[in-house]
């Protein structure tokens, strides 16, 4: 008995018609997989070896001379400028992301009102992503088109400076300096966050109304833990582009250490800075993650809660069906046996 | 009411300060020599000036650099986007082994900066003789690696997600095979996510610069391919030596430097106001967000 009830239950394999669609889901994804093999995995591993060498490129042949962490050893104590410019990426980096992403919002938010002209408001803000490239921007900023000659950073940065250390307030002071290059970093992100507010459901701020809710509470309880996917993914995204821009001064010198003709530096000392920058690159995104992604508000919380308690009670409902199950073939045997009588509504046994 | 004004004078407050470098530059690039030394002049130069756009154009060859140009930024594009495509409908719509895995390395090289595995690519190029050629840009677009071909697998792939699999078993049961049902029902119902992946994508190649002269350019000045953003940064050196060849006595200024960023950002700009609607609405229609 019980055996026929596991074959009842037999372990799904997959069917031909399965395969042949696993098949061709490798087919649609196959160039792609050549892609990563060659334009990926292959530079991956190849940079990887070139971290170890020293490689010269002579007219011939390309010299490997094997110089173990050399590179590294000779980046930290003799490159003045690199440790010091990763140090100031970092430090710009975790600044500026949360001002790019929260400005984004906010501009979002009220582009996402009832307000007349939505569509040039979207054009203005969207404007920089089609125009916004490297050398345009290095144009504008040594042209003095980055800032606004009436904000004096300078008295911006002493005005900070009595409340809060010097190096903290230069910090405020670059930020406000750069305010339009941050600003034009935003565009996309303004748009994926509208097309996330614009998709919260009505009802749920109705309901928040009926019940008494201000805006203010309502921003905090329905729209924050609903667009939270969008801000990690803006985010990332923000962390991403500013890694990969042209401003950014620490990919430059990585393309100048590659091709300067110096005799220690040269493709393997520039993949080692790669290397480097690519693991901070990766820690900052991390970070954003562990801050952004892992935290669930109380009501996930509860639902999993629920979740968890409701598969306890399938699970024990589950023993107890099977308890059964085997008390039932044990019954059956012993009756077959002959041993006991069934009662048969008589009275007697 | 008053909460209405505060948030009209905010939008107008933020929106001339993200316009104030276009503004400048703009009005910068139609001001003659004696307008930029006169400090009395500051925004409305006293007359159009339009030889600085002449002479800019004249250092950047204009012309076939924007040809160039647009062959760069299209014919990548287009690979991409068909590529994209079809990687992305495989992991929307089959279940296979090793997906997830393959999912983590597409996010995985979304992240990993382009610097890492730049060099060996230059050398693998080189290896291959497609350095200085388009191919540098074509060939890894065909091969769904192109440039943020990642964001691109997955907007594809969140739009598929959302076609019902009923309309694709309506296909299968009308004797549709799989590539037909791809072309057939997948392609035409993606016609939103396929003109935003169309117009990032240009734009985003159009723009690139520091890839493009590592290579597509080379690094060699005897290279043909070029694009506008590349002879903008390039601007100052050779604007003095095609100024010290020719007999035109013009010198470099702001001015002219202005007009030459203006050129290059010029065909987007033209693109984007006929395009605009299409630009700013592709975000939700391609549903980036999800449902």
């Given at each position: 008995m019980a055996k026929t009830i596991k074959e009842k239950k037999p372990k799904i394999k997959p069917g031909k018609l399965e395969k042949r669609e696993a098949r061709m889901g490798y087919v649609f994804v196959a160039p792609w997989l050549i892609g990563v093999v060659l334009f990926l995995l292959y530079p991956l591993g190849q940079s990887f070896r070139y971290v170890w060498y020293n490689i010269r490129i002579t007219p011939v042949k390309t010299n490997f001379i094997w110089v173990g962490t050399g590179n590294f050893t000779q980046i930290w104590l003799e490159n003045a400028e690199f440790p010091q410019q990763l140090v100031t990426y970092i430090w710009q980096t975790i600044v500026e992301v949360p001002i790019i992403v929260v400005f984004a919002l906010m501009i979002a938010i009220m582009l996402n009102g009832k307000i007349?002209?939505?569509?040039?408001?979207?054009?203005?803000?969207?404007?920089?992503?089609?125009?916004?490239?490297?050398?345009?921007?290095?144009?504008?900023?040594?042209?003095?088109?980055?800032?606004?000659?009436?904000?004096?950073?300078?008295?911006?940065?002493?005005?900070?400076?009595?409340?809060?250390?010097?190096?903290?307030?230069?910090?405020?002071?670059?930020?406000?300096?750069?305010?339009?290059?941050?600003?034009?970093?935003?565009?996309?992100?303004?748009?994926?966050?509208?097309?996330?507010?614009?998709?919260?459901?009505?009802?749920?701020?109705?309901?928040?109304?009926?019940?008494?809710?201000?805006?203010?509470?309502?921003?905090?309880?329905?729209?924050?833990p609903t667009i939270k996917p969008m801000i990690l993914l803006n985010a990332v995204y923000t962390v991403i582009f500013l890694s990969g821009n042209e401003q950014n001064q620490l990919i430059n010198m990585i393309e100048n250490a590659m091709f300067s003709g110096t005799k220690e530096k040269g493709y393997g000392y520039a993949s080692a800075m790669a290397w480097m920058y690519a693991v901070v690159v990766t820690l900052i995104v991390l970070l954003f993650f562990l801050l952004l992604g892992s935290k669930k508000d109380s009501y996930d919380r509860m639902a999993d809660r629920r979740k968890k308690a409701l598969k306890k009670e399938e699970r024990l409902h589950r023993k107890i069906q099977r308890r059964n199950r085997r008390n039932a073939g044990k019954r059956e045997r012993a009756l077959s046996s002959g041993k006991y009588k069934t009662y048969d509504g008589s009275g007697d046994y | 009411m008053g909460k209405q004004l505060i948030v009209y004078g905010l939008l107008i407050c933020i929106g001339f300060v993200y316009l104030y470098p276009m503004l400048y530059m703009f009005s910068t690039s139609l001001m003659n020599r004696d307008d930029l030394l006169d400090t009395s002049v500051k925004w409305i130069p006293s007359s159009f000036y339009l030889q600085n756009y002449v002479d800019a154009a004249k250092s950047m060859d204009f012309w076939p650099t924007f040809g160039k140009g647009i062959l760069i930024a299209l014919l990548p594009t287009l690979c991409n986007v068909v590529i994209c495509m079809m990687v992305g409908y495989g992991f929307a719509k089959y279940e296979f082994k090793g997906k997830k895995i393959m999912m983590g390395i597409l996010l995985f090289s979304y992240i990993l900066p382009s610097q890492v595995t730049m060099i060996p690519t230059y050398v693998l190029y080189n290896k291959m003789g497609i350095l200085g050629t388009i191919l540098t840009f074509v060939l890894p677009a065909l091969f769904g690696n192109g440039l943020n071909a990642p964001i691109f697998i997955l907007i594809f792939y969140q739009f598929f997600r959302?076609?019902?699999?009923?309309?694709?078993?309506?296909?299968?049961?009308?004797?549709?095979?799989?590539?037909?049902?791809?072309?057939r029902i997948a392609v035409p119902s993606a016609i939103p996510a396929i003109v935003t992946v169309i117009l990032f994508s240009f734009v985003w190649y159009w723009n690139e610069s520091y890839l493009t002269e590592m290579y597509v350019r080379g690094l060699s000045t005897k290279s043909i391919w070029t694009n506008l953003v590349i002879q903008l940064k390039n601007f100052d050196s050779s604007f003095n030596t095609k100024a010290s060849v020719g007999d035109t006595a013009t010198s470099l200024n702001e001015s002219v430097r202005m007009a030459a960023t203006a050129l290059s950002i010029l065909p987007l700009f033209v693109m984007y106001l006929i395009l605009q609607r299409q630009f700013v609405e592709s975000i939700d229609r391609a549903g980036i967000t999800g449902e």
């Open positions: 007349k002209m939505r569509g040039f408001f979207r054009l203005i803000f969207f404007l920089p992503v089609i125009i916004v490239s490297g050398p345009v921007m290095n144009m504008l900023v040594s042209e003095g088109a980055s800032t606004i000659p009436s904000m004096n950073v300078q008295t911006i940065i002493s005005a900070f400076n009595t409340f809060l250390p010097l190096k903290a307030a230069q910090g405020v002071g670059e930020i406000f300096s750069n305010m339009i290059m941050i600003l034009w970093y935003s565009g996309v992100q303004i748009l994926i966050f509208l097309s996330a507010l614009q998709k919260v459901d009505p009802a749920l701020y109705e309901a928040a109304k009926i019940d008494g809710g201000s805006g203010w509470e309502c921003f905090w309880k329905i729209t924050l | 959302q076609v019902p699999k009923v309309l694709m078993e309506a296909a299968s049961i009308d004797g549709a095979g799989h590539i037909r049902a791809f072309f």
